[in-house]
C-alpha cells in the first residue's frame, strides 16, 4: 500500500507559479510511475502530467505543455509539479497518483492522494 500526500497548492494571480509535491509513505514507491491529474468543479478528472520511475519519460497534457515541468526524487520518495504562467483555466483540485503501469489514464493509476486545490485568479 502506498499512501500520497500533495501539498503546495493555493491561490494564486494569473501569471505566477506554484510549485506542488507529492510525498509517497512507502520506499518501494520509487518503482512505481506517478501522474498528477486534476479535476475542476463539474468537469472529469484529467492527466496533466506523467513521470516514469526512472525519470526517462515524462508526458504533459497539451494544455500544460511548456508551462508545467514534472520531477522526482526517487532517494526523498517526492514528485514535484512545477507550475508556471498560471491561467484561471489551470484552476482544480490536483492529485498526484501512483501506479505500476506507466500511463495518462485515471485507470492506469492504483493510488492516490487526497488533493490539493490550486486557484488562479485573473
Known amino acids: 500500500q502506498v499512501q500520497l500526500v500533495e501539498s503546495g497548492g493555493g491561490l494564486v494571480q494569473a501569471g505566477g507559479s506554484l510549485r506542488l509535491s507529492c510525498a509517497a509513505s512507502a520506499r518501494t514507491s520509487s518503482s512505481y510511475a506517478v501522474g498528477w491529474f486534476r479535476q475542476a468543479p463539474g468537469k472529469e478528472r484529467e492527466f496533466v502530467a506523467a513521470i516514469s520511475w526512472s525519470s526517462r519519460s515524462t508526458d504533459y497534457s497539451d494544455s500544460v505543455k511548456g508551462r508545467f515541468t514534472i520531477s522526482r526524487d526517487n532517494a526523498k520518495n517526492t514528485v514535484a509539479l512545477q507550475m508556471n504562467s498560471l491561467k484561471p483555466e489551470d484552476t482544480a483540485v490536483y492529485y498526484c497518483?501512483?501506479?505500476?503501469?506507466?500511463?495518462?489514464?485515471?485507470?492506469?493509476?492504483?493510488?492516490w492522494g487526497q488533493g490539493t486545490q490550486i486557484t488562479v485568479s485573473s
Open positions: 497518483a501512483a501506479g505500476g503501469r506507466y500511463g495518462l489514464r485515471v485507470a492506469d493509476y492504483n493510488y
